[in-house]
C-alpha cells in the first residue's frame, strides 16, 4: 500500500479497540517467566555448549601473539575461536569496528577470542588461560583534547546557515553565548547482549535480544560471507535495548563461529563489563549555543554547534538537529564537528541527537529568559513557529508545543513558582521548579505484515516487528482486531522472525506507528480478499464483531475463511508527504527538584509530561513509555556518566555497581498528559511515537528546577551535588 495522500475515514477511526486502554496481552508470560528470552531457548536448543568472550586488554594497537593451548587443553573446552582460526569474515554495513578483532585492535573490550565449553564456569575459566601479548599504541581517548582537530563529518548534512546568523547576533541587544558538554552514556538495559546459534548443515539459525531483526540478518550474512535466505533470525521477546542492540554485535557473531567450530548449539552472552566497552554507547558532547534576540524576547538570531567523538568510519551525535525547528529566528546556524577518538564505537541511544541537544538547548534557553526578564513557559511560546524556519513553505502537520507549555504549566501550578532563585524554602530543602519543551521528529520507514484468517474465525499476525518492552504485540493485535472487527480474544500475533514479513523495526520511535501501519494495509488486503470471496464490495463491507456485513447480508468470518483459511500480506510504504510536511512531536516537561540547603543533595519531587504525538494507540502502554523515559531523564540529569580513563581508553565504570541508574526510591510521583491529536499526514494510523519524546527535555528541566532553587547554573551534565555545594546560598 502506497501512502502518499493524507488518510481520511478509515476502519481504524472506530476506536473500537485501538485508543483503548489496554493490558499488554503478553503480560501473563512475562509475570509466569515464560517469555522465551534468548539466552533461555532451552526449548528450541536443548544441549547449548556456553561460550565465554575474551576481551582486548588494550585500546589501540595490535596483537603480537596469542596462545591458546592452554585454553584448549582446559577441561570440557570444545573449541577455541579467534581472528586466525576464524576464517575470512566480512564487516555488517552497521558496525563502525570489526566484531572480531585481530591482529589490529580499534577499541577495549574489542572481542578477540570465544571459548566454548560444556559449562559456563568451564568456559570462563579456560578464557583466563588465553594469553595475548600487545603492542600498544598510543590512541585519544579525551574529547576536549581532540576537539581542534575535529572535522566536518562526511556529507556534512547537519550543517545549515540560513539568513546572517553573525550579522543578527552582533545586532541583537540581548545575547547569549554559552557552552555545555554532556557525558559519554550506556543503556544500562536489564537483558545482556545474548545470543543462541545452531547450524543445520549450511543454514544457520540464531536465537537473539535485537531490535532489527532485517538489518541484522543481512549483516550477519555479510559477515559470514553466506546467503541471506540461509540466515534466519528469532527474536520474540526483548529484555530492553534503547538503541544497543539495533546492530548485529559480537555475541551473535561468536555464538555463530563458536557452534560452527565446535559443531553443536552454542549460547553467548555478553559480560556486563563488555556490554559497556564492547557494543555501542551514547557518545559526549561539547556545545556551543548562541542566541541573540530583541528586548521584547522575539529571537533574531540562534546558532547550535555540538563536537562529539566516535572511531574511524562512525558518525557524530547529531545534537543539533532540534534547533533546526523548535523555535522561530530568520537567522540561524547549526553545526557538527567529529572528533576522531579510539574509544568503544559510539551509536543510538534513545532519542539519539535531541536527547543530549535539548539538554543543553534547553538550559539556554532558560538562561536566555532570564536575561530578558521573562518567564521561561512565557518565552518558550513567544517563539513558536507553525513552520518550517528555514523553509516556511513547508508547514509542520500537527504542531501543539504551545498547548503542551500551557496545559503543564496550568497543571503543574507554574504560576506559584517563584522566579527568584534560591527562595522557595521548605524546611531544609530549597526548592525549585523548572520546565524544558519535548521535540523529536517523526520518522516513517516501510513495514510489512501478514495476516491469516483461519476456519475458526481466528487472526494471525506474523511480521518480524520486535518488541522490546514497548508494547509492539498489543498495539499489533488491536490494529488487526480494530481492522477484522474481532476481539482481542480472537487474534494471535507473531512477532521477531526473520521468516515473516520484513517490518520497521523497534527503534527512534517510529516502530509503533510504522509497524501498526503495515499490519493496517495488510489488513485492507484481507479484508478485500473476504469481500470478493462473499461478492461484497470490499469498500462497502463492515467488519465488526467477527461477522462482514453488506446491505442486508451477514456472515460469520468463519463461514467466509472457510476450511482453507484467507491469508494477506501487503506493507505501508510513503510518498513525499514527509516531505512537503515537517512531522514531529512536540512536548513539555515540568519538575520540581529539593535540594538540601546543607549538602547540596538533589531531589526530583515532582514531573509532568504533556506530550502531543499523533494518535496514541494504547494509553496505558504509551504512559509506560513515557514515565520509563521521564526516569531514563532523571537519570541523565544527576548522575549518568561512563568516566573515562583517558590513559588507557575505556570506560572504568563498566557495571551496573559503578554505573549509576535511578531506582524505585528515586523516582516521584509521575504524571503524563497526552494531547487529543491525529497526524492525517503521517500514516493511516494517525499516529506518530511518544517513546523517546518522554525523555527529549527532562534532563534540562531538572536543571533548570535546580537552578530556580539553588540560583547555581551548571551546565556539565550531569548535575551532581560536587558541581553545587562551593556555591550554595548561605545557611540562614
Not at 591 to 599: I, K, L, P, R
Amino acid at each position: 500500500m502506497k501512502f502518499d495522500t493524507p488518510a481520511t475515514t478509515n476502519p481504524i477511526d472506530r476506536l473500537a479497540v485501538v485508543g483503548k486502554p489496554t493490558p499488554r496481552i503478553d503480560g501473563p508470560l512475562k509475570t509466569t517467566g515464560t517469555a522465551p528470552y534468548a539466552y533461555e531457548r532451552h526449548d528450541a536448543v536443548p544441549d547449548a555448549a556456553y561460550g565465554y568472550v575474551v576481551g582486548s586488554a588494550i585500546a589501540k594497537g595490535r596483537i603480537v601473539a596469542m596462545d591458546i593451548a592452554d585454553a584448549k587443553a582446559a577441561p570440557g573446552v570444545l573449541a577455541v575461536v579467534t581472528a586466525d582460526t576464524a576464517g575470512k569474515l566480512g564487516k555488517g554495513e552497521k558496525n563502525t569496528a570489526t566484531l572480531l578483532g585481530g591482529p589490529g585492535i580499534e577499541h577495549y573490550h574489542q572481542a578477540i577470542a570465544l571459548v566454548v565449553a560444556e559449562s559456563f564456569e568451564q568456559a570462563r575459566a579456560a578464557a583466563r588461560l588465553v594469553r595475548v601479548t600487545y603492542d600498544r599504541a598510543d590512541g585519544a581517548f579525551d574529547l576536549a583534547q581532540a576537539r581542534d582537530g575535529a572535522t566536518k563529518p562526511e556529507g556534512g548534512k547537519s550543517d545549515s546557515d540560513v539568513g546572517d546568523f553573525a550579522g543578527a547576533f552582533a545586532a541583537a541587544p540581548v545575547r547569549l553565548d554559552a557552552t555545555y558538554t554532556t557525558p559519554d552514556q550506556t543503556h544500562a538495559m536489564m537483558e545482556p547482549h545474548a545470543t543462541v546459534a545452531a547450524w543445520d548443515g549450511d543454514r544457520l539459525t540464531v536465537w537473539l535480544s535485537n531490535q532489527m531483526i532485517a538489518w541484522t540478518t543481512g549483516d550477519l550474512a555479510r559477515t559470514l560471507d553466506m546467503p541471506k535466505e540461509k540466515v534466519r533470525l528469532i527474536s520474540p521477546f526483548v529484555g530492553g535495548g534503547f538503541g544497543g542492540k539495533l546492530f548485529l554485535r559480537a555475541d551473535t557473531v561468536l555464538a555463530a563461529l563458536g557452534a560452527r567450530a565446535a559443531g553443536r548449539p552454542v549460547k553467548v552472552a555478553l559480560q556486563r563489563p563488555l556490554m559497556m566497552n564492547n557494543t555501542t554507547h551514547r557518545p559526549a558532547t561539547i556545545q556551543r549555543i548562541r542566541i541573540g534576540a530583541e528586548r521584547d524576547g522575539t529571537i533574531t538570531a540562534i546558532a547550535h554547534e555540538s563536537w562529539s567523538g566516535n572511531l574511524p568510519g562512525g558518525d557524530p551525535e547529531t545534537a543539533v538537529d532540534q534547533t533546526k525547528l523548535l523555535y522561530a529566528g530568520a537567522n540561524r546556524l547549526t553545526a557538527l564537528r567529529l572528533a576522531r577518538l579510539d574509544l568503544p564505537e559510539g551509536n543510538a541511544m534513545r532519542a539519539p541527537g535531541e536527547a543530549p541537544g535539548l539538554m543543553a538547548l534547553e538550559i539556554a534557553m532558560d538562561e536566555m529568559a532570564e536575561k530578558l526578564g521573562l518567564d521561561p513557559v512565557d518565552f518558550r511560546i513567544l517563539n513558536d513557529t507553525q513552520v518550517d524556519p528555514a523553509q516556511p513553505d513547508r508547514p509542520f502537520s500537527q504542531r501543539q508545543l504551545v498547548e503542551c507549555l500551557r496545559r503543564g504549566a496550568d497543571r503543574f501550578g507554574w504560576a506559584k513558582r517563584v522566579p527568584t532563585p534560591g527562595r522557595s524554602r521548605d524546611g531544609r530543602w530549597l526548592t525549585g521548579l523548572g520546565v524544558a519543551a519535548a521535540f523529536r521528529n517523526n520518522l516513517l520507514t516501510k513495514s510489512a505484515a501478514r495476516v491469516r484468517l483461519d476456519k475458526r474465525g481466528g487472526v494471525t499476525v506474523e511480521t518480524d516487528m520486535t518488541d522490546i518492552g514497548t508494547g509492539s504485540y498489543t498495539i499489533i493485535a488491536q490494529t488487526a482486531a480494530e481492522m477484522m472487527g474481532v476481539g482481542l480474544d480472537r487474534v494471535t500475533v507473531r512477532l521477531g522472525d526473520s521468516s515473516f514479513p520484513a517490518s520497521a523495526g523497534s527503534g527512534g520511535q517510529w516502530g509503533a506507528n510504522n509497524s501498526t501501519a503495515g499490519v493496517y494495509a495488510a489488513c485492507v488486503k484481507l479484508r478485500e480478499a473476504v469481500a470478493g470471496k462473499l461478492g461484497f464490495n470490499s469498500a462497502d463491507a463492515v467488519f465488526a464483531d467477527g461477522e462482514v456485513r453488506a446491505g442486508n447480508r451477514s456472515v460469520p468470518l468463519a463461514q467466509a475463511a472457510g476450511d482453507d483459511g484467507l491469508a494477506a500480506e501487503d506493507g505501508i510504504e510513503y510518498g513525499d508527504l514527509d516531505k512537503r510536511y515537517q512531522q514531529s512531536t512536540f512536548g513539555a516537561h515540568f519538575v520540581e527538584v529539593g535540594v538540601d540547603a546543607a549538602t547540596a543533595e538533589i531531589r526530583v519531587r515532582r514531573m509532568l509530561a504533556v506530550c502531543a504525538a499523533g494518535r496514541i494507540l494504547n494509553p496505558l502502554s504509551a504512559r509506560s513509555q513515557v514515565i520509563g523515559a521521564m526516569t531514563m531523564g532523571v537519570g541523565a540529569a544527576l548522575m549518568e556518566e561512563l568516566a573515562v580513563d583517558k590513559r588507557a581508553g575505556f570506560f572504568v565504570n563498566h557495571d551496573l555497581a559503578g554505573y549509576e541508574v535511578p531506582v524505585h526510591a528515586d523516582i516521584p510521583h509521575q504524571e503524563v498528559i497526552f494531547l487529543d491529536e491525529t497526524d492525517p499526514i503521517s500514516s493511516p494510523m494517525k499516529a506518530k511515537g511518544v517513546g523517546e519524546l518522554g525523555l527529549c527535555g527532562v534532563g534540562a528541566a531538572i536543571a533548570n528546577a535546580v537552578y530556580n532553587a539553588t540560583g547555581v547554573r551548571v551546565r556539565d551534565y550531569p548535575v551532581t551535588l560536587d558541581k553545587l555545594l562551593d556555591r550554595m546560598p548561605a545557611v540562614g
